[in-house]
């Protein structure tokens, strides 16, 4: 039995046990080939067929929302925090910002280098410790879209459920909560997220948008920024990163197995209350960061009554064989990255490690 640690990372973060062996099984030898995916051409029917599947596999985890395409992308979700404004950032228009935090934050500061911004809606006074209600937020008429982060990882905040932005597209960063529960596709314009937290490794940014959105850019933009370019190429204007996307697809297979977004929803949810019922039964010793109506199912952000005691919770939690709870460098305290691929059994760990250590140091 391989020995696997109880991976709480940000992202990169765990992967499903069940889709790394069958990777491994395939990895030298994809299908009788004689070759493993990576050393295939892009434009062989093989891999063509690994980059389709992936695709309609999204889209009908997704409920196969009328209109939508699949985007595979490179450059992580921060590229595009530029292509957005590059794109869809017409002359005369605005770009409105739902601000939640660090990830938000570097969306906004992009666009601002490309265009017109407004900010809808901001909880910097609350330290970002919760998401903004639907009636808080104060949408420019003359808006080209509205952008907002449905998780923030850093935060741990995430938002239950979306603004209705009426005919102005709303356009979701989903790169720590994409496919971990059910998602209504008429609400938004465009979802996006890096693969490396819900979808697989590293490498691919996934694009979910109306095709009206993303197939005319504008004619300024360079060739391998415009969406337009990707789109009519089906992914494939340039070289994909086609390992990446075959992982993706087996990481989809997985959530099927799983019983879907609802299955997924049902395991995050477990997973999730298990860790804030034991902040919250901790006599104030953990104390939960995020308000309690914005907490994420994702990122479970925590403190301690001194950063002593925290350096302490993260040394002996290493000692125990587990990885990743150190909070973002930018804010401190802790943090439990429960992205889909965690097991319900490493939270139970993490719990009973909360437990004992909250006796040895009270
Ligand atoms: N948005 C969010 C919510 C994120 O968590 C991250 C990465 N942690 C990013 C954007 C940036 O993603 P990438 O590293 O893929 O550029």
């Not at 938000?104 to 911004?117: C, D, M, Q, V």
């Not at 989903?174 to 596709?185: E, G, N, Q, T, Y």
């Not at 993303?214 to 089906?234: A, E, W």
């Not at 039964?281 to 939960?288: A, D, L, P, Q």
Request: charged share 20%.
């Amino acid at each position: 039995m391989t020995k696997r640690a109880y991976n709480f990372n940000a992202g990169p973060a765990a992967l499903p046990l069940e889709v790394l062996e069958r990777a491994q099984k395939q990895f030298v030898d994809y299908e009788g080939t004689g070759m493993s995916i990576m050393e295939m051409s892009h434009r062989g029917a093989v891999y063509e067929g690994v980059h389709k599947e992936a695709e309609q596999r999204l889209l009908s985890l997704l409920g196969n929302p009328e209109g939508f395409k699949v985007l595979f992308l490179q450059g992580g979700a921060s590229t595009q925090f530029a292509m957005i404004p590059m794109n869809l950032l017409g002359e005369g228009k605005v770009g409105s910002y739902v601000d939640t935090g660090s990830w938000a934050g570097k969306a906004i500061s992009e666009a601002k280098l490309l265009g017109e911004t407004q900010v809808a809606a901001s909880t910097k006074e609350d330290n970002y410790m919760r998401v903004p209600t639907a009636d808080e937020l104060q949408i420019a008429p003359d808006a080209a879209y509205v952008h907002l982060t449905s998780n923030e990882t850093i935060g741990g905040v995430q938002f239950k459920q979306f603004p209705d932005t009426g005919d102005i597209p709303l356009i979701v960063d989903m790169s720590s909560d994409i496919l971990s529960r059910p998602l209504d596709m008429s609400q938004f314009g465009m979802i996006y997220a890096g693969a490396q937290k819900n979808l697989g490794p590293s490498g691919v940014t996934v694009v979910i948008a109306r095709e009206e959105l993303v197939n005319n850019s504008p004619k300024h933009i360079p060739t391998i920024f415009r969406y337009d370019t990707h789109l009519s190429n089906g992914s494939l204007y340039n070289t994909p990163p086609s390992f990446a996307i075959y992982m993706v697809n087996e990481v989809l297979k997985w959530i099927e197995e799983k019983g879907g977004l609802e299955g997924v929803e049902r395991l995050n949810e477990q997973k999730a209350n298990l860790i804030y019922d034991a902040i919250d039964n901790s006599n104030g010793f953990y104390k939960g960061a995020a308000h309690t109506d914005s907490r994420s199912h994702m990122n479970i952000t925590f403190r301690l009554e001194t950063e002593e005691l925290e350096k302490a919770f993260i040394k002996a939690s290493e000692q125990a064989g587990f990885v990743g709870l150190k909070g973002h460098r930018s804010v401190g305290g802790l943090r439990a990255s429960i992205y889909n691929a965690v097991p319900y059994e490493s939270c139970k760990a993490l719990v009973e490690f909360m437990q004992d250590f909250q006796k040895k140091h009270s």
